[in-house]
């Protein structure tokens, strides 16, 4: 490894960067500010970490975010003091709703400062409050402080962001002057003796074991009889990591012989398996999964509520949940069986002890309503019809090549891509942010999964959404993958057009619907990005195509219009139920 500088600021800031790097943490995203000086300069200049800078810390955070969620591997965010912290917490609360590891690194200014009217200096310890797994306040850079401290911190960092349940961790690192690498005087060589084994090496200091957890015999086998005992069932396949997890739930299904129905996050939801129920929430509002007396919920969380709410009134007996963490994802209140464990083996356990139990007759029946769903959405597919939100979701969805992925915004977008897409006959990686389901770093999160996953995105997003995330358009300019931006603008909130408010037409368009009136042609030319403006679902293929193919970033621009959004949402509902009751 590099000497380190002749600074203890350094010194501590070297130590920290080299560790995380040694834990395989090696991307590491900043904005600038002054009083985390000593961990810029420390990544900046080891040559095994990938650096982004991001105009605003916010934006940062949600960038780390995405690069987190791609890789199953934590990012780090560096801020400077006072309100640049305070902007991760939009970014925090994701992940720890959603399970993503982060390492949140927050230069602060020494206790002496503080309470003082020092300026930039505030509260910092506790910032993250309850989003966090693990909260170190570090000492000042001091000889009195082991070196072995601070890498022994940093290997329980790593560790507590990584293990069940993942999640972010805060670091809170104060510092005195200097801030640049200049002498101080230090004897360093003697503060860094005890280190002559690690410095010579490339292990962590301290490395982790992670537990393997496995539901117990006796709750695998009261599960296993109950599924067994169960004709009329339904596999739901939530949030899951990987193709491993979402091959184990098509396993266990084959054997039950029980239909899937798969969020658009699951990586089944594109599926062309006869097993899997693309338009499952046609079916639900049908009416047809009521008679279900066994559900088995594989994974996280379901962007659609009616799915996990369709028993609500006459719950099955049984309704089994299998995830990796002990937190409850019961919002309906339903679940009789909780078994906690690596989804892949707790899956297999099931398999094992199952046997065919489905009826042919309810599996045939969904299977062929399901289809009759699917030949009515393909209405949606004629290139001479105008723009709709659901037609744009759809042929997204169809259009993609397997080697590009596509982020969905929180709001409409997300949902119309679950409710509206075909099956493929490739996989499609797939990814939104439903921890909190909030819109806010939207552009910037597919900026960093696009970074993880090391290949081009596509980004489908509503117009206030966009409009959060504006500065962003400046990184999506400079990124290394391409990323193709689809905005729909309404012109404004068009998801509280499908809510109760909208009957309240006093306070609705200038409260909800928040009408702003601007278009993305000028932000796209600002920021330098390719901008295209297709008017029908022909000329929207064309210019996706084009983008989707170009080695530079570009903006679409489709409009529509609210209330006619939501009466052509209602009229395909119509349809679809006519369809699958048929």
């Not at 206030?464 to 909130?493: E, F, S, Y």
Request: hydrophobic residues 40%; negative net charge.
């Amino acid at each position: 490894m590099k000497p380190f500088p002749p600074n203890l600021n350094h010194v501590w800031t070297g130590l920290i960067v080299e560790e995380l790097v040694r834990q395989g943490v090696t991307y590491f995203c900043f904005a600038s500010g002054s009083r985390c000086s000593p961990l810029t300069t420390a990544a900046a200049r080891h040559g095994g970490v990938e650096c982004s800078v991001h105009l605003d810390e916010r934006g940062n955070g949600f960038r780390a975010l995405g690069y987190a969620r791609a890789t199953g591997c934590p990012a780090v965010v560096v801020t400077t003091s006072g309100t640049a912290a305070a902007n991760l917490v939009p970014a925090a609360a994701e992940a720890a709703q959603d399970g993503i590891p982060m390492i949140l690194l927050t230069a602060d200014r020494p206790p002496e400062l503080h309470d003082t009217g020092a300026n930039q200096a505030m509260p910092q310890v506790d910032l993250y409050a309850s989003f966090v797994r693990g909260s170190v306040d570090l000492p000042c850079p001091s000889i009195e402080v082991s070196p072995q401290y601070l890498l022994t911190t940093l290997d329980q960092a790593v560790y507590r962001a990584t293990r069940e349940p993942a999640g972010p961790v805060h670091i809170n690192c104060p510092f005195r002057e200097p801030l640049s690498p200049e002498s101080d005087g230090a004897d360093l060589d003697r503060y860094l003796s005890p280190l002559a084994l690690w410095q010579s090496g490339s292990e962590p200091y301290s490395r982790y074991s992670r537990p393997v957890v496995q539901p117990d015999a006796q709750s695998l086998g009261a599960v296993a009889s109950r599924l067994n005992d169960s004709a009329r069932g339904i596999v739901l396949a939530g949030g899951l990591r990987g193709s491993d997890e979402a091959e184990a739930v098509l396993g266990l299904a084959r054997k039950l012989g029980w239909p899937v129905l798969a969020d658009i996050t699951s990586g089944l939801r594109f599926a062309m398996d006869d097993l899997v129920l693309g338009f499952g929430e046609c079916l639900v509002d049908a009416g047809l999964l009521r008679g279900a007396d066994a559900v088995l919920h594989a994974g996280g969380r379901f962007v659609s509520k009616a799915l996990l709410q369709n028993s609500a009134d006459n719950p099955p007996a049984l309704v089994a949940h299998v995830d990796r963490t002990p937190n409850r994802l019961d919002p309906a209140h339903l679940v009789t069986h909780r078994l906690e464990g690596d989804v892949c083996g707790t899956l297999g356990a099931l398999q094992d002890a199952v046997t065919a139990s489905g009826d042919p007759a309810w599996l045939t029946g969904l299977q062929q309503a399901n289809s009759r769903v699917s030949e009515t959405l393909s209405i949606l597919d004629n290139p001479k019809a105008p723009i709709t939100e659901p037609a744009v979701a759809r042929l997204l969805a169809h259009a993609m090549s397997s080697d590009h992925g596509l982020f969905l915004a929180n709001s409409m977008p997300v949902r119309d891509a679950g409710r509206f897409a075909a099956p493929r006959d490739t996989p499609l990686p797939t990814a939104a942010n439903r921890g909190v389901s909030g819109i806010d770093g939207t552009i910037s999160s597919a900026l960093g999964w696009s970074e993880g996953l090391g290949a081009p995105v596509t980004l489908l997003i509503g117009d206030l959404a966009c409009l959060h995330d504006l500065n962003a358009l400046k990184a999506v300019r400079d990124a290394t993958h391409p990323m193709t931006i689809v905005v729909v603008n309404n012109d404004g909130g068009g998801i509280f057009h499908f809510l109760p408010i909208v009957g309240q037409e006093d306070i609705f368009e200038k409260y909800y619907g928040t009408p702003h009136g601007l278009t993305f042609g000028n932000a796209a030319a600002q920021f330098d990005l390719v901008y295209r403006a297709p008017a029908s679902m022909g000329e929207f293929r064309a210019a996706y195509d084009e983008a989707a193919g170009a080695k530079v970033s570009s903006l679409i621009e489709v409009r529509t219009d609210r209330g006619e959004n939501r009466a052509f949402h209602a009229e395909l509902a119509t349809q679809c139920i006519a369809a699958a009751t048929t």
